[in-house]
């Protein structure tokens, strides 16, 4: 039997904050023997997302080292008795013990804190040439591009904000929730697009960043001269970030195009040769050379479709006349 309800909508239910209609479909749901198991997997999914008690672990940590200075100094000054035979011996095993405890604690806890991140998120990662959908618990689709990194929180969104960080390219499909809930894509700690519903790409390389909105509307937030600054897009729309940090916005783009390659299509209008072979290297890890300065600046447009880098520079070179050659792992171009 196909599910009625996602595990955003029993978990909205579980925290209070469904509505009468909602209520009624969740619990025709819940007595339906077929999702006994998937209600019981979201349930302990919900339980350990909200929990009774978050413990401290940093506040632990250093009051564990406090306490352990705390006796260390206090051993150090206590007026020493000599006790001999058993007692002795019972003395040093209950000592042992203890420090055996104390150190078994300080190690948990600093793994804990070592790797916290990974605890906390969940981390999707393309390799060169590969295209996957990710499906967030809110309803939302991300199309990850070639060589690209999504972190999100690994056991869901919490009651204020829907965040995850992109590292490389994606385009966004967000759903609306019903209490509005944001959804907020990081880049770096100066840079993030804030939504409510909506449709858009993300471009966050080395070499740049670039937001293109197809529909609805979002916000850029961003640092320039340690000031914080907002920009509001509109459909067909696309925001750049200079090396500078400030944003330049370009009104009545085609931004269909700025997410082809999710169809493997790779759409160049006027586009350098420059920018061609980086794009290369992003999605397909292609090392390529330019032999002639003066093949950089030439450009190209056109739409190609192609499923590697080989196929494409074979398709580049044949349109502006240049010659390939492969040396070893590179590809050089050269003027004929």
């Avoid at 929730?177 to 959804?183: E, I, N």
């Avoid at 909506?198 to 390389?205: H, I």
């Avoid at 400030?246 to 082809?260: E, P």
């Amino acid at each position: 039997m196909k599910t009625p309800i996602s595990k955003y909508t029993l978990f909205e239910y579980l925290s209070g904050r469904a509505n009468p209609l909602e209520k009624q479909l969740i619990e025709d749901w819940i007595s339906a023997n077929e999702n006994t198991e998937t209600f019981y997997e979201w349930l302990l999914d919900y339980e350990i997302q909200c929990p009774q008690f978050i413990p401290d672990q940093e506040a632990a940590v250093k009051s564990l080292l406090q306490r352990m200075d705390s006796d260390s100094y206090a051993e150090t000054n206590r007026p020493r008795t000599v006790m001999t035979g058993c007692h002795s011996s019972l003395l040093l095993d209950k000592i042992n013990r203890s420090w055996l405890i104390a150190a078994s604690v300080t190690f948990l806890l600093s793994c804990c804190w070592l790797f916290r991140e990974s605890l906390q998120y969940k981390t999707y990662q393309t390799s060169f040439g590969q295209i996957t959908n990710v499906y967030l618990e809110d309803g939302s689709r991300v199309a990850l591009n070639s060589n690209s990194k999504l972190k999100v929180p690994r056991f869901g969104f919490d009651q204020d904000v829907r965040e995850v960080t992109l590292e490389g390219e994606a385009e966004f499909s967000v759903s609306h929730t019903m209490d509005s809930k944001r959804f907020i894509v990081k880049t770096s700690d100066r840079f993030q697009v804030e939504v409510l519903g909506t449709t858009f790409s993300v471009f966050a390389r080395p070499r740049g960043t670039k937001v293109a909105l197809k529909c609805g509307s979002i916000r850029l937030d961003y640092s320039q001269n340690e000031q914080h600054k907002e920009m509001m897009m509109e459909p067909g729309d696309m925001a750049t970030l200079d090396r500078a940090g400030g944003v330049q916005l370009a009104k009545k783009q085609d931004t269909k195009t700025f997410a082809s390659w999710k169809e493997q299509r790779y759409v160049f209008n006027s586009t350098a040769v420059s920018d061609i072979v980086s794009m290369i290297e992003e999605n397909f890890g292609q090392k390529v050379k330019l032999a002639d300065a003066e093949i950089t600046n030439r450009t190209i447009t056109g739409n190609f479709k192609t499923k590697n880098a080989y196929e494409l520079l074979r398709t580049v070179s044949e349109v502006l006349n240049i010659r390939m050659e492969q040396d070893g792992p590179t590809i050089i171009l050269t003027n004929k």
